[in-house]
């Protein structure tokens, strides 16, 4: 496994000649709670270089310890690679408390990355593994997670209700878990939360909910209750624990305290760069900001964009180049402004082919795992369990296309028998193409969310509202001709065409155009839609068409 691996297996051994796997697995993690990341990447490496072929079990582990080590250490790519090897492998085995572990740092290290669909998927797997059996820590920590990439996705109340289900597990586990750390990320969440407000209003409306969550946080420190759930991360607390008591202070307009706390926060950080790093620059950029001080705001804009580049954490990355496009504009700099929109953009597109990269590796696995019996099994296993949380669209919350395909072949089937009136409706966002272009994906994924909120807001309680691919958007009507359906449809485009879509981003107006069609006693899924489809396009502009 190369030069290194031979050096680290020299050191192990010539340190601990009787050192069995088990063992040297829980060193690792001791080692890794001391902060001494290498030697823990030794003894995992040693594991991974002893294990008898086919003994799986010890490869998974050692792999996820990797992955942790990595994670803590700020090498994402890296840590991506082995937890989603060691959720592959704790899967043959069928160990669904390990899978749940590998997949609680998958989907962490891909939220840092920007992957945030593939993210949030990952986490939900992980939840819907862990909520089988009691509650126990691994459980916290998947819902601790969740939350995190339902808050990167932009999706706060979501977030928000994940951490608090964090909570609750962690008070009911046997005995009871410190509540710190998913209060911790509820603290990160509405910062992120009133950031977003800022953006979209120009202003924060309130900072009750940051400043009790925190105040809670440092009382928890204060009762010996501060400890993260999981090893390494203790200093990582410490830091991320002072820089967002300083966000409090700095958004207070208590100066004198944010710099006193600030200057704590940076003199906690580690001789290595890490994430933290960049965050920290954050807070002394908002420091500047709310001073008016706009070079020394972009200065440290710059500074936290590369530090998070420099430590693969794509989300800060952006963060700082959206931030920057508000400084740019608070000094009137419009081409300054237009680089930073085209510079997040281009951040936000190699963002997404690196997850298409990383979901054709995982293709590729799962054709690889058909060549064996076994591994069939075990990926008929998989598939079963992805048809159990895998019915809501990660992005808007409704359900997603495999879920509507499947109620409406029922619904049909029992339109037949009982001739009551079935009709479906596709909904199509005008010009969405050009909303991603000129104001960013992260505004366009705002867009769908509105769109879809809208739409679930107008169904009545048997409709079944669906996101299909893209800007695209089905509705089920039960018990509804078609006639009726286009009240109901009606109602949508209005509502769509008056929401207040400055608010998402100034100058942004949006339309839908929608097709409806009763099912007939001979459709099938597929024709339904069609005529759906055709009678949506139809009533579409020759302009609106090509705009999508």
Not at 71 to 89: E, H, I, T, W
Not at 128 to 155: F, H, I, K, M
Request: charged letters at 25%; a negative charge; aromatic letters at 6%.
């Amino acid at each position: 496994m190369g030069r290194f691996l031979v050096t680290g297996l020299a050191r192990v051994n010539a340190g601990e000649p009787s050192l069995d796997k088990e063992n040297a697995l829980s060193d690792a993690y001791a080692a890794m709670e001391e902060g001494q990341l290498e030697r823990t990447r030794e003894l995992a490496h040693w594991v991974l270089a002893t294990v008898d072929e086919g003994d799986i079990r010890y490869e998974a582990r050692a792999l996820a310890c990797l992955a942790h080590c990595d994670r803590v250490g700020s090498k994402l790519r890296r840590a991506s690679d082995a937890a989603r090897r060691a959720a592959q492998l704790f899967e043959q085995l069928g160990d669904e408390h390990g899978e749940a572990h590998a997949l609680t740092i998958y989907a962490h290290v891909t939220m840092l990355l920007g992957r945030n669909e593939e993210a949030v998927e990952a986490a939900i797997l992980a939840t819907r593994l862990c909520d089988v059996g009691p509650p126990r820590p691994q459980t916290v920590a998947a819902y601790n997670c969740l939350g995190l990439a339902y808050c990167w996705s932009g999706d706060h109340a979501r977030a928000d209700a994940a951490l608090e289900k964090a909570v609750q597990i962690a008070q009911s586990c046997q005995p009871a878990l410190s509540i710190y750390q998913p209060r911790l990320n509820q603290v990160w969440v509405e910062a992120a939360r009133l950031v977003d407000e800022r953006y979209q209003t120009g202003r924060m409306q309130g900072l009750g909910k940051l400043d009790r969550l925190m105040k809670e946080c440092l009382a928890l420190e204060r009762a010996g209750q501060g400890m993260p759930m999981q090893p390494g991360l203790r200093s990582m607390a410490r830091t991320i624990s002072l820089a967002s008591t300083s966000l409090v202070a700095i958004w207070q307009r208590d100066f004198s305290a944010a710099r006193d706390v600030l200057a704590a926060a940076s003199d906690s950080l580690s001789d290595s760069m890490t994430w933290l790093d960049s965050f920290v620059r954050w807070c002394h950029a908002e420091l500047a900001w709310v001073q008016e001080d706009w070079p020394r705001a972009e200065n440290e804009l710059k500074a936290m964009r590369e530090m998070a580049l420099t430590v693969e954490h794509e989300q800060l990355a952006c963060m700082a180049d959206l931030l920057l496009a508000q400084v740019y504009e608070w000094q009137n700099q419009e081409a300054a402004v237009r680089l930073a929109y085209r510079r997040l953009r281009q951040r936000e597109r190699r963002v997404v082919a690196e997850g298409l990269g990383s979901r054709e590796s995982l293709v590729s696995w799962r054709l690889g795992a058909r060549q064996s019996e076994r591994h069939l099994q075990q990926a008929l296993m998989v598939s079963k369990k992805f048809e159990r949380w895998s019915l809501e669209d990660a992005l808007t919350g409704i359900a997603n296309r495999r879920y509507f395909e499947q109620s409406l072949a029922e619904r049909i089937a029992a339109s037949v028998q009982s001739g009551r009136p079935l009709s479906v409706a596709m909904v199509d966002v005008d010009r969405f193409k050009t909303v991603n272009d000129r104001f960013t994906h992260s505004v366009g994924d705002r867009v769908l969310k509105t769109v879809a909120a809208i739409i679930s807001a107008e169904m009545r309680q048997d409709d079944l509202p669906a996101r299909w691919a893209g800007d695209e958007f089905v509705v089920l009507f039960n018990n509804t001709t078609e006639q009726q359906a286009e009240h109901i449809c009606l109602r949508i485009r209005r509502a769509v065409a008056g929401f207040e879509w400055g608010s998402v981003a100034p100058g942004l107006s949006m339309s839908v155009s929608i097709g409806i069609s009763q099912v007939q006693p001979d459709d099938t899924v597929e024709s339904a839609l069609h005529r759906s489809d055709e009678a949506m396009y139809s009533r579409k502009s020759p302009d609106l068409s090509s705009a999508n």
